[in-house]
């Protein structure tokens, strides 16, 4: 395998870190401030066993940080590259959804900046 190809395989297993639903929506939930796992769990939903599968393969990737404090293990973004990511795709789509559709909603919440223009945008018009 040339150095063209590793660099290749090292992109896809990058963005390969989000290409599962479950860890859009562990990105989604700590973008902005740290969370437990427990917290984690209650907002998505999600069985403790799922999400710290996710969070563990998150967590080697270099995406995530933990920290132990007592019982409590908190995780946060670790890589703003990954962030940025995010925002910008979730930024891309809402572009080409209806002002109110739920997913475009539910996307500018990756972006907290987009959510304030869109509403100075509201409010001139």
């Known amino acids: 395998m040339d150095e063209r190809s590793h660099a290749i395989d090292a992109v896809t297993a990058y963005f390969g870190v989000l290409s599962e639903p479950t ?8 973008c902005e401030q740290e969370k437990t796992v427990s917290q984690i769990v209650e907002e998505l939903g999600a069985s403790q066993t ?23 293990v908190y995780y946060r973004t670790a890589d703003a590259t990954m962030v940025d990511l995010c925002r910008s795709v979730c930024k891309r789509i809402s572009e080409r959804l209806e002002e109110k559709t739920p997913l475009r909603r539910g ?19």
Do not use: D, T
């Open 23 to 30: 860890r859009l929506r562990i990105m989604l939930a700590i």
């Open 50 to 72: 799922n999400v710290s599968r996710h969070l563990g393969i998150m967590h080697r990737s270099g995406v995530l940080e933990r920290r132990k404090e007592g019982n409590q």
């Open 107 to 125: 996307l500018l919440h990756l972006m907290p900046q987009a959510k304030a223009k869109s509403k100075l945008k509201q409010r001139a018009s």
